[in-house]
Nanobody, 120 residues
Framework: VQLVESGGGLVQAGGSVRLSCAASGFIFDDHVIGWFRQAPGKRREGVVCITGSDGRTHDEDLVKGRFTISSDIAKNTVTLQINSLKPEDTAVYYC??????????????WGQGTQVTVSS
């Protein structure tokens, strides 16, 4: 199993960033892919989870209009678009693969992360 995140960088507040998670080594549409972030000195927090087979989203606590997740089964890729970036969005963003059981996404493998830094 391999997950490779890309697309991070330095972005001005108010701008947008598009993060990608390229997945390999497992059957994409039998699993879920989730995005997480961890800001300096803070605990890792979940952003959103998406089912590979049908694109349904779960665990959307942080998705409040600024985050859009999408999946491309043909490319085994999940994309997270973040708009109207704020300095507090600065974090390392990780994707993870897992399964959806009893209404919850459970994760098994993680990528190395991509840094997003938002300047004010």
């Amino acid at each position: 199993v391999q997950l490779v995140e890309s697309g991070g960088g330095l972005v001005q507040a108010g701008g947008s960033v598009r993060l990608s998670c390229a997945a390999s080594g497992f059957i994409f549409d039998d699993h879920v892919i989730g995005w997480f972030r961890q800001a300096p000195g803070k605990r890792r927090e979940g952003v959103v989870c998406i089912t590979g087979s049908d694109g349904r989203t779960h665990d959307e606590d942080l998705v409040k209009g600024r985050f859009t997740i999408s999946s491309d089964i043909a490319k085994n890729t999940v994309t997270l678009q973040i708009n109207s970036l704020k300095p507090e969005d600065t974090a390392v963003y990780y994707c993870a693969v897992g399964i959806f059981v009893d209404g919850t996404c459970w994760y098994e493998n993680w990528g190395q992360g991509t840094q997003v830094t938002v300047s004010s």
